[in-house]
């Protein structure tokens, strides 16, 4: 990935930190956009590199994405890359799901990856072209009952990466998504807990349960996540946008 400058939402923690760590490794230059300062401040530690980034910015706030980018150009040079990781999720029952949780997620999940992809095209219409990399999940196609929230969300976000993809198809950019199962990550810290309520489980039964119910018995490795977004970042995917890699052991296959 030597030459790529790559902006990564919610790049402190989860799959972003993971795909950061790796991508400085393939000679990347990286800047990550996340809330998160304490997170992002262990993993500039660990990556200990020039090539590597912190703005610490809310991702629902254009005019703090345009200004970062502007200097993550600056810092870095032509922004070639994109990948939208910031996210949130809570599993509740559909009638106890607040307004308060339906606008969070939206904002998080839906409005920033579509505020991130206008400030990203911006500049990489003018770079000559560019890929992005919106992260969905397994919920933007399936249905998930006590998920309805975040599940309307990612499937606001397919829309979006393949609505975008169309319209930019012909112009050297490339808009695709992944969409996991379960990749064991931070976000799992509490969201475990709520899926145990919802199956009438203990928490620590709940990965195993998972796994029972997925064809290849394992969970998503970050492995799975990293080699999927090298691709479609690479152009060893140059004639594919507007699709999704499904990362899910089988579990879905639309
Ligand atoms: N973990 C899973 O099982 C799973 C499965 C499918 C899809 N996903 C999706 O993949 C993405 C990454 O998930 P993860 O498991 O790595 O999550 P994570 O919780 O480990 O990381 C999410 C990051 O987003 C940041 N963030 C949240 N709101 C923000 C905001 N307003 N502005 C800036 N940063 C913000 C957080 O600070 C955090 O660092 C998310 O979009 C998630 O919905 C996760």
Redo the contacts with the bound molecule.
Sequence with gaps: MDNKVVVI??????????MATDFIQRGAKVAV????SK?AALLEQSIGSQSFAYYQ????NKAAIETATQKVEQQFGKLTSWV??????KMVPFLESSEALWDKTI???LK?TFLCCQVAITHMLVNGGGEILN?????GKKPSSWQTV?CAS?FGVQGLTQSIAKEFADQRIRVNS???????????ED?KYQYAKKRSLQPDQVMDYFKKNIPMHRL?NIEDVINAAVFLLTDNSSYLTGQSINLVGGEWMD
């Design positions: 939402t919610g790049g402190a923690s989860g799959m972003g930190a993971a956009f996340d809330l998160n997170k910015i809310d991702v629902t939208n990781s910031a996210g949130v999720s904002a998080v999940n920033a992260m969905s999940s397994l919920s975040y990612k992944i969409c996991p199962g379960i990749v064991p990550t931070e976000m799992w969201l998503v």
